[in-house]
C-alpha cells in the first residue's frame, strides 16, 4: 500500500500522437499507479498500442511520428520528462521501459542468446554473472525447468506461448522498472494464454504493468485499473470493483463495442 | 472457365520450372561431353612438371594453371573490395538515409547495374591513362586496377541484395532492438546484419559469379594471353574467361577447342568452389551468432 502512497509512476498529460498528420491520439491524461496493472482496451485503431509505445518513445520509428505534450515516469531516482531533450538517454529509457510485443520476437539465436545478447550488448556483462541473470530471468517466467537442458537449441524450437516467456524473460533481464506488454497473448492458444495471465498477475507486484489487451474478459481478469480508449481518446476508466459489477461492465461493453 | 485455366496454369508452371533444369542439365553435360577427356595434368600445367610449377618454381607455358590463379586472385580481391562497401552502403540505404538521399542513392546504384561491362572496361582504361599524365606516371594496368573496375561492376549486386534482405525485416524484429535498449548501430550489428545474413550470402554469391565470368572489363584493364602466374598486383595477368575466349575465337585445332571446352568446366568448378567457400564462411558466421 506504501506505493500507492507515493502518487504516480507514470503521468501522461495532454499527450497527442500522430502519424504524417492522421492524429491517433488526443489529448490523453493520465495517471499509472505503482503496483497496478492497468489494462488498455478499445477496438482496433483506437490508439492502443500507440499509447504504450508513446511510454518508451518506440513510436518515433514509425514514420512521420510528432508527439506533443508530457509524459513523466517516476524512476526509482526521480521524476523523468520523457520527452524533454537530454533528460535522459533513449537507450537507457527503454531499459528503463521494458516492452513485450505481440508477436514472439525471438531471435535467430540460441535461447541462451536471445537473453544474454541485450544484457552483454546494453550492460557490457559477462561470465558468470550472466549467466545467473539469465537463469533468474528464466526462472521469474517459469520457463528455467522448462529449457534448463536445452539452453543451446534455437529459440524457434520453443512453442509459442514458450517464445513469449522467453520475450518477457529477455525483457525482465535488463531489470526495467515498467512493464508494458502490447496484447501478449494475442498469438497463443488458451492455455499458453492462461499461463502468460497467471504470469503477468505475479509480475504486478514488483513492476508497474501496463498492457493492451484485445479481450474485454481477459482485461476483467487482469485489470486493476482499466483504460477504455476510443478514437484516439479515453472515454473511460474503471477500477476493479466496478469491473467486477456485472451491470456496469455490460454497459461498458454495449457503450463501446 | 476456372476449370480449364488452372490446370493449363500447373501446367505452365511445370514446364516451366523443367525447362530451367533441362537447359542447365544440357548445359552441364554438354560440358562435361566436350571438356571431361581434356581435363589432365597436361590442360593446368602444359610441359611442366606440376610440382615445380605449384611451388612456383617453373614457368607454365599453354596450360591454365596461370590464368586460374588469375582469376582466383581476382575473385577474391574484388570481394574483398566490394562486398564490405557494398554491404556498409545497403546498410546505409536501408537503415540510416533520408527518403531523398534513398531515392537519389537508389537511382545511381541502378544505373550501375545498368552499366555495360565494356563500359566499365573502358573506365578503367581511361583512369589509368587520366593517372599515368597527372599523379602517377608509373601506373599500369594489372590486376589491381582489373580488380577496382570490377569490383565497381558486382558492387550494385551486393548493395541492392543487403538492402533488401534488411528492408524485409519485420517490424516487430526491427523494433526489437531499441526496446531492448540497443543503440541504432548495435541493433544493426547484433539484430539486423544476422536475421538478413542469408539475403545477403546470396548477393555476394551473385557477384563472386559475375566477377569470375566477366571478360570484358579485364580485357581493358590488364588481361594478356601470356602473361604467367601473376607476380604483383600491379602486375599484369591471365585469366579464365580470357583464355576460353582466346582459345574459342583461335583455335586451329579440334582439340583446342576442347581445351576450351575443359577451361570453360574448370571455371565451372572453381566458381562452385567459391560459392561453396561463401556458404560455409556464412554458415560459420551464423553459428557463431546464433550462440555466443
Known sequence: MENKLAGPAIAIEELSVEFSGKIVLEGINLAILPGELTVIVGPSGSGKSTLLRAINRLNEFFPGCRTKGVIRIHFNDGWMDVYRDGAIPLPELRMRVGMVFQTPTVLPFTIKKNITMPLKVTLGMRGTGLVQRMEWALRQVALWDEVRDRLLDDAATLSGGQQQRLCLARTLALEPQILLVDEPTASLDFRAAEKIEQLLLRLKDRYTVVAVSHSLSQARRLADRLVVLREGRIVQQMNRQHLQDATIFQTLIDRVF | ?292
Open chain 2, 1 to 292: 472457365m476456372k476449370s480449364i485455366c488452372d490446370p493449363l496454369l500447373i501446367g505452365f508452371a511445370w514446364l516451366s520450372a523443367l525447362t530451367v533444369m533441362l537447359v542447365a542439365a544440357l548445359l552441364m553435360g554438354f560440358l562435361l561431353w566436350r571438356g571431361l577427356t581434356s581435363v589432365d595434368v597436361e590442360l593446368f600445367f602444359g610441359e611442366t612438371n606440376w610440382l615445380d610449377a605449384v611451388t612456383g618454381k617453373a614457368p607454365v607455358f599453354g596450360g591454365i594453371w596461370p590464368a586460374l590463379a588469375g582469376t582466383f586472385y581476382l575473385v577474391v580481391l574484388s570481394s574483398l573490395l566490394s562486398i564490405p562497401v557494398g554491404i556498409a552502403s545497403g546498410v546505409y540505404m536501408a537503415e540510416y538515409a533520408p527518403n531523398r538521399a534513398r531515392s537519389w542513392l537508389g537511382f545511381a546504384v541502378d544505373l550501375l547495374a545498368g552499366t555495360p561491362s565494356i563500359v566499365m572496361g573502358l573506365f578503367g582504361f581511361a583512369l589509368i591513362l587520366l593517372l599515368r599524365k597527372t599523379l602517377l606516371p608509373e601506373a599500369g594496368m594489372g590486376l589491381f586496377l582489373a580488380a577496382c573496375c570490377i569490383a565497381l561492376l558486382v558492387l550494385p549486386y551486393v548493395i541492392r541484395t543487403t538492402q533488401t534482405a534488411l528492408e524485409a525485416i519485420p517490424r516487430h524484429l526491427r523494433l526489437l532492438g531499441p526496446a531492448s535498449g540497443l543503440s541504432q548501430l548495435q541493433t544493426i550489428l547484433h539484430v539486423l546484419l544476422p536475421v538478413a545474413g542469408r539475403g545477403i550470402l546470396s548477393g555476394t554469391i551473385l557477384a563472386m559469379g559475375r566477377a569470375a565470368e566477366d571478360t570484358a572489363v579485364i580485357l581493358l584493364t590488364g588481361v594478356v594471353a601470356q602473361a604467367g602466374m601473376p607476380r604483383s598486383l600491379w602486375d599484369r595477368f591471365e585469366a579464365l574467361p580470357f583464355r576460353i575466349y582466346y582459345l574459342a575465337a583461335e583455335h586451329q585445332t579440334r582439340q583446342q577447342l576442347d581445351q576450351g571446352f575443359a577451361t570453360a568446366l574448370v571455371l565451372l568448378l572453381l566458381t562452385g568452389a567459391l560459392f561453396l567457400a561463401a556458404f560455409l564462411m556464412q554458415r560459420r558466421f551464423e553459428k557463431r551468432w546464433k550462440i555466443s
